[in-house]
């Protein structure tokens, strides 16, 4: 039961992440400081911003409930932007002395992402 609670709490705050994503990316920021895309940085770095804030203040600071931060920390965030884990995976890293994984996942993601995508849309092209 209390696995079901969890998953419940996940995609309750998932499904406010997604909502909140969508309703930037409509919102006048969708135009402003065109053609970079405004909405996907601001989102971006509001969600990493948010996970490194929210990490200390629901783990350190106050006694919550696992529930909640899973539905904020894994729901909300991880709907709203997966940058903002990634970015808290390269702290981890960073804090535990591991530079080279630490740069290593930051290039590699970054580089084998963007890869992907262009392969991604070529092979999408070709059927």
């Not at 940058?83 to 390269?90: G, R, V």
Request: aromatic share 16%; proline share 3%; charged share 10%.
């Amino acid at each position: 039961m209390e696995t079901l609670t969890r998953i419940l709490a996940i995609a309750a705050g998932g499904a406010c992440g997604a909502v909140a994503r969508y309703l930037i990316n409509i919102s006048p920021l969708q135009n402003l400081f065109k053609p970079f895309p405004f909405p996907t940085f601001f989102i971006n770095i509001t969600g990493s911003f948010l996970i490194g804030f929210l990490l200390i203040l629901l783990t350190d600071r106050f006694q919550t409930n696992e529930n909640l931060r899973f539905a904020i920390m894994v729901g909300f965030l991880g709907a709203f932007t997966t940058f903002s884990t990634f970015e808290l995976e390269i702290w981890g890293l960073i804090k535990e002395n591991q530079f080279l994984t630490a740069f290593l996942y930051f290039f590699l993601s970054v580089l084998v992402g963007f890869v992907a995508v262009a392969l991604g849309i070529a092979l999408a092209r070709k059927l």
